[in-house]
């Protein structure tokens, strides 16, 4: 079985750069299509972007200017970078693996970790 | 960007009872919806993508119906495990979307 597990610091202030890791395990990272999910409190979720296991990336144009999501296949994770933040980037980060390519529904999914931006 | 939209935001209903949730899309999205159920602090869980595939291990009181802008989730005899959030998604077009959920309660 698939797991996710989303870690990085719950607390970023205003103006930096919130930094996320999703470690995957039960099965290897190559061949599937990971992304970003965010859900800010009261709100729909929303797609933040993709990263597959050769580095291509897709970002939402929303969040294109500063986003960035890579992948380390040799410790089976990925990662989230997100800079500028603000109070409206404060939400719950799901990490997930696509079913599908590289338009899908979302197979597994992460715990969710709060990250909450400070002024 | 397509917009999701889901109705009601919230039912309340009993065990054993039959409910449909609604969601709607400002644009035709030909089948390409899924739908996820989400418990409090819990990850969401995919029931069912391509409008009416149910995912492997779903039960078979959920299923999914509809094509174009318009879509439905039924739950049949409903258990008590089925109170929960649930959520439908877009993959139609980039980005793909999702609805603001529908929040069913025990009554």
């Known amino acids: 079985q698939v797991q996710l597990q989303e870690s990085g610091p719950g607390l970023v202030k205003a103006s930096e750069t919130l930094s996320l890791t999703c470690a995957v395990s039960g099965g290897s990272i190559s061949t599937y299509y990971w992304s970003w999910i965010r859900q800010p409190p009261g709100k729909a979720l929303e797609w933040i972007g993709y990263v597959y296991y050769s580095g291509t990336t897709n970002y939402n144009p929303s969040l294109q200017s500063r986003v960035s999501i890579s992948v380390d296949t040799s410790k089976n994770q990925f990662s989230l970078r997100l800079t500028s933040v603000t109070a409206a980037d404060t939400a719950v980060y799901y990490c997930a693996r696509a079913l599908g390519g590289t338009l899908p529904s979302f197979e597994y999914w992460g715990q969710g970790t709060l990250v909450t931006v400070s002024s | 960007a397509i917009r999701i939209t889901q109705s009601p935001s919230s039912l309340s209903a009993s065990t054993g009872d039959r409910v449909t949730l609604t969601c709607r899309a400002s644009q035709g999205i030909r089948s390409y919806l899924a739908w996820y159920q989400q418990k409090p602090g819990r990850a969401p869980k995919l029931l069912i993508y391509?409008?009416?595939t149910l995912q492997t291990g779903v039960p078979s009181r959920f299923s999914g119906s509809g094509s174009g802008t318009d879509f439905t989730l039924a739950i049949s005899d409903l258990q008590s495990e089925d109170f929960a959030t649930y959520f439908c998604?877009?993959?139609?077009?980039?980005?793909?979307?999702f609805g603001q959920g529908t929040n069913v309660e025990i009554k």
């Open positions: 391509s409008t009416s």
């Open positions: 998604q877009q993959y139609y077009s980039y980005p793909p979307t």
